[in-house]
């Protein structure tokens, strides 16, 4: 993160109630709406089935580089574990 940048890669005059107010604003948009509404579908069952079945609670890493690669190396383990019938013959 650069100096230039402040609180969540925002404005550095920009402090966590006005992006908190800023947030909110935008989520009272359709085109906001629409993409929370399809969260649930794209994200929420692919986090719950790697905290029931790989029993990952939490990210154990700090950083976005291995926040990142934990996530990738999640995406892959859950596509392995799906697709492994078919892999497999």
């Not at 920009?14 to 579908?41: C, F, L, V």
Request: charged fraction near 20%; glycine fraction near 8%; aromatic fraction near 4%.
């Amino acid at each position: 993160m650069t100096a230039a940048r402040g609180y969540h890669g925002g404005d550095s005059s920009e402090g966590p109630a006005e992006a908190i107010d800023a947030w909110r604003a935008n989520m009272q948009t359709k085109e906001a709406k629409t993409k929370y509404r399809a969260r649930a579908s794209l994200c929420e069952l692919a986090n719950a089935h790697l905290e029931q079945h790989q029993g990952v609670t939490q990210m154990l890493v700090r950083g976005l580089p291995r926040v990142t690669c934990f996530a990738l190396l999640m995406g892959l383990a859950a596509n392995l574990v799906h697709h492994a019938a078919h892999l497999l013959g």
